[in-house]
């Protein structure tokens, strides 16, 4: 029966290692962030210009030095085209420029992929950030029909394939990811990851990433306030530290 109890207390010893907080690390070693939803009104992120202009303020506390962000770009949903993005940034570049709120804004975008989306590689413009880095993402519910034939497709024409938040797509395990990475996707995790804000499931994975040095990028991913109002919790984090210390991360060269 001891042996029992010490064994309890063993586990317990361990998850409460586990949830130990450390010193807060903030988020100016990263410098740049590389996914979010700042521009209003044209996705499902920030509805309006105040809005955009709180979450910047506090992206800047946070320690962001520039901010690309990312809207949607969707043939059902968010039919969004490099004019209006373009359009949209320079509405919020004066905003911030009008209240003295130092800090970089660039813009790309987060393309869905899909059957039209394949059909514009090679013929339309694409928006990239960096070295010709294209920021895709995936339907939660399965994997594209062609999905690696449209990351060749977009690494024959020269394109660095960033796949947004490969930790939420329930249907990669190890074998896919080690898959993708042989194929030389760039991974992003989300912030909120660390944390265990979409599920534990997802932490797990994040956990597993961090360690099998995967993660090329971190990114907000922030749609609004409430998502912000969050990142604070993930300087705290242990997996944000491991993250750090893998090295393996490239805002800041960007
Ligand atoms: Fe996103």
């Known amino acids: ?79 969004n085209s490099p004019e209006i993005i373009r ?13 003295s709120i130092d800090i ?41 029909r062609k999905m690696f034939e449209t990351i060749y497709k977009l690494q024959m024409h020269e394109y660095k394939v960033v796949l947004a938040h490969p930790e939420r797509y329930p249907f990669f395990e190890k074998d896919e990811y080690k898959e993708l990475k042989e194929k030389n996707v760039f991974f992003q995790l989300n912030s909120l990851s660390l944390i265990g804000y979409y599920s534990k499931k997802v932490q797990e994975k994040s956990s597993y990433l961090i360690d099998s040095g995967y993660i090329n990028f971190l990114g907000t991913d922030c749609h609004n306030l409430k998502h912000s109002n969050l990142y604070e919790s993930c300087q705290t984090e242990r997996l944000w530290h491991e993250l750090v210390a893998s090295k393996s991360l490239l805002n800041n060269t960007l």
Request: hydrophobic share 40%.
């Open 87 to 99: 359009v949209g940034l320079e509405k919020l570049r004066h905003e911030l420029k009008n209240q």
């Open 104 to 144: 970089e804004l660039n813009a790309a975008a987060e393309y869905y992929v899909d059957y039209d989306f394949e059909q514009k590689i090679g013929k339309e413009e694409l928006l990239t950030f960096g070295d010709n880095y294209i920021l895709i993402e995936f339907s939660f519910l399965e994997p594209p």
């Open 1 to 79: 029966m001891r042996a029992m109890y010490d064994w309890l207390f063993d586990l317990n010893i361990f998850k409460s290692k586990k949830k130990e907080k450390l010193s807060a690390l903030d988020f100016s070693c990263l410098q740049t962030d590389i996914h979010s939803h700042l521009i209003p009104a044209i996705d499902d992120g920030s509805p309006d210009l105040e809005t955009s202009i709180k979450i910047i303020k506090e992206m800047k506390e946070l320690g962001y030095k520039k901010l690309i962000t990312t809207p949607h770009i969707m043939s059902d949903f968010y039919r």
